[in-house]
């Protein structure tokens, strides 16, 4: 079973600074998705930016970038000129890339609490 | 295109109740997903939906239910509520190539449920 560990319950950031939250996962999969979802207070979850394995390339998303890792396991997110409107609990997630029964399952993380301050 | 919509937001009941709670998905996509969100167990995997046949089911008990109608809304269901059913129960949908997922998938803004 695929496991996503964020070992970070929360962070903190100054309003234009930049930030990096972590995440890590386990798998024996060679090809799957990776996320990171925002749940701001509403507690609607808001995808931020996703990444499939089996491209190289970092994906980018305005002030989101990722470093994905994947000999590591190893998927963080940078947040840049972070704005008030970032802070959120922050989900990264896993999913198989297989058309099967598991492919339709998000596994989380427990979560990083972001806040931005002035 | 309108995004994913549960009703209701907010509900409580009491142990020993049943609840049903619905979920429309973004129009066009067939998958739809239900999760559990809770400060302990955080969220966890109920069951998804496809063409209104169960294709992946997380490891809850069988008081945990849930159907898709033939326009992709689908509904969850809780018989026999326990104080720990308390939870955010979120859905999401997905967009599908045949049978194949696309890799995304969108949250509604779930529902509230609290048992006393």
């Known amino acids: 079973a695929q496991t996503v560990t964020q070992s970070q319950p929360e962070m903190s950031v100054q309003e234009a600074e930049t930030v990096t939250l972590s995440c890590t996962y386990d798998t024996s999969e060679s090809d799957y998705y990776l996320f990171w979802y925002k749940q701001p207070p509403s507690r609607q979850m808001i995808l931020v930016i996703r990444?499939?394995?089996?491209?190289?390339q970092n994906a980018t998303e305005n002030r989101f970038s990722v470093n994905f890792q994947k000999a590591a396991k190893s998927f963080s997110l940078k947040i840049s000129d972070s704005q008030l409107g970032d802070a959120a609990m922050y989900f990264c997630a896993y999913r198989s890339h297989q058309n099967t029964g598991t492919a339709s399952k998000l596994t989380f993380g427990t979560g990083t609490r972001l806040q931005v301050t002035l | 295109k309108a995004g994913v919509t549960q009703t209701p937001r907010y509900l409580i009941k009491t142990r020993g109740q049943q609840v049903t709670l619905s979920c429309s998905p973004i129009s066009g996509h067939r998958s739809v997903s239900w999760y559990q969100q809770t400060p302990g167990q955080g969220l966890q995997f109920l069951f998804e939906y496809f063409s209104e046949t169960q294709r992946n089911k997380g490891n809850f008990p069988g008081r945990f239910s849930g159907r898709q109608f033939s326009n992709s809304r689908s509904e969850m269901n809780v018989s026999t509520l326990e104080l720990g059913d308390s939870a955010l129960y979120l859905c999401a949908s997905s967009a599908t190539t045949g049978t194949v997922l696309e890799e995304t998938q969108y949250f509604g803004p779930g529902t509230r449920l609290l048992v006393l």
């Open positions: 990444q499939e394995a089996y491209k190289q």
